[in-house]
Each structure stands twice: as structure tokens, then as C-alpha cells.
T-cell receptor, first 115, second 112 residues
Framework: GAVVSQHPSWVICKSGTSVKIECRSL??????MFWYRQFPKQSLMLMAT?????????EQGVEKDKFLINHASLTLSTLTVTSAHPEDSSFYIC???????????FGPGTRLTVL | SQELEQSPQSLIVQEGKNLTINCTSS?????LYWYKQKYGEGLIFLMM?????EEKSHEKITAKLDEKKQQSSLHITASQPSHAGIYLC????????????FGQGTRLTINP
């Protein structure tokens, strides 16, 4: 199946700093990517839909100024957590949809820890 | 909004036994996905079902979507330790919307 990568796989940062997470579709083009957040022992919660060449669509309750999303190309979307705080510590997972098959493939996730 | 209810929330079975995980919605399911996740890792795509009554199998895992497209089941035959993990069902909240809502997951443990 199609492969989606994320970088970094884990990151530790100080409170107040910004962190960028990359999501790449390695062998297919994705006009739409999705960013999810997962807390321990909980399911995935959709944060936003990332559209190539246009603004992201955020889910209700997600601060767009805090979680900046950029979908610069058909294979790359980035999520920047700005002015991170300990409550932003979580597991962030991206997904991309393989258009011909219409299957969503997920990245391996990025564990963010804010001290 | 669409809510997906998975049952059971956790399951412990003896190696070699069969098991079934259910995913139920009060609304019609569009693009029903099954994924497997190991703790702290990403989701591994298992199967996608779209048509009422559809059934797909891969190795020892079979997924079904009922005729009304409101319930899906995942059945594992002759379970093995490699089947252990968290199983998640996800579905498009609106037909064609692409974004997925997920059930709370089923934690599967296989005892040798």
C-alpha cells in the first residue's frame, strides 16, 4: 500500500517554543491530508483538513492560529504548533488519501512533549 | 455528527481462538475503514468497505458491512500474537467528505 511518513517521530521542546511536524506522501500525490491528535488510551480526533494550495479547514474547537497548517505541495503538509505549552503534549498523526483507490493512509505519528 | 461505537472496548483471547469486533453507528456509514494500531505508533490500514453487504478478507481477517450500512464487524480467525493491538473503525462523517471520525478502539490481547 501507499506510504505516508512523518518527521520527526518524536520531539521534546520547551514551553513557548514552536514545533514543526512534516507529513509526506512518499509514492502518491495527495491533494488532501488530514491532521489528527491522539491522547493516551483515546481515539483519534480530527484537528484539520489540509488542502494543497488553499487554506486548511479546522474542526470546531481547534485554534487555527496555534496549529498552523501549510500544504505547499501534493506530497507535503506541515503542522506547526506555535507557542507550545504542556497541554499541547500529545501524539499527532497525519493521513493522506490516495485518490485512485480512495483509501486513507496514516503516518507513523509524532510524539510531542512540551516541558 | 456521526458517532461510532465499538465493542468490546477490550478483548483478551487465547491464541488460536476466533474473535469478533463490532462497530456501530446510528447513521449510514460511508467509506467504513478498519485500522490496526500498536501503542505509540501509526495506523495500519486493514480494509475499507463501501457497499451494503460487502465483505472483504485478508489472510485471517474478515470485515463485513451490513446491508443497512450501519454496522460493521471485524472477525479474526485462529488468532495469533501478531494480531494483538488496538483496532479502530473509522467512517466518513458525510459521504464524500473524506475526513474520518473514529470509534474509541478495541484493545486486543492474545494470550499464548
Amino acid at each position: 500500500g501507499a506510504v505516508v511518513s512523518q518527521h520527526p517521530s518524536w520531539v521534546i521542546c520547551k514551553s513557548g517554543t514552536s514545533v514543526k511536524i512534516e507529513c509526506r506522501s512518499l509514492d502518491f500525490q495527495a491533494t488532501t491530508m488530514f491532521w489528527y491528535r491522539q491522547f493516551p488510551k483515546q481515539s483519534l480526533m480530527l484537528m484539520a483538513t489540509s488542502n494543497e494550495g488553499s487554506k486548511a479547514t479546522y474542526e470546531q474547537g481547534v485554534e487555527k492560529d496555534k496549529f498552523l497548517i501549510n500544504h505547499a505541495s501534493l506530497t507535503l503538509s506541515t503542522l506547526t504548533v506555535t507557542s507550545a505549552h504542556p497541554e499541547d503534549s500529545s501524539f499527532y498523526i497525519c493521513s493522506a488519501r490516495d485518490s485512485p483507490i480512495y483509501t486513507q493512509y496514516f503516518g507513523p505519528g509524532t510524539r510531542l512533549t512540551v516541558l | 455528527s456521526q458517532e461510532l461505537e465499538q465493542s468490546p472496548q477490550s478483548l483478551i483471547v487465547q491464541e488460536g481462538k476466533n474473535l469478533t469486533i463490532n462497530c456501530t453507528s446510528s447513521k449510514t456509514l460511508y467509506g467504513l475503514y478498519w485500522y490496526k494500531q500498536k501503542y505509540g505508533e501509526g495506523l495500519i490500514f486493514l480494509m475499507m468497505l463501501q457497499k451494503g453487504g460487502e465483505e472483504k478478507s485478508h489472510e485471517k481477517i474478515t470485515a463485513k458491512l451490513d446491508e443497512k450500512k450501519q454496522q460493521s464487524s471485524l472477525h479474526i480467525t485462529a488468532s495469533q500474537p501478531s494480531h494483538a493491538g488496538i483496532y479502530l473503525c473509522g467512517a466518513e462523517s458525510i459521504q464524500g467528505a473524506q475526513k474520518l471520525v473514529f470509534g474509541q478502539g478495541t484493545r486486543l490481547t492474545i494470550n499464548p
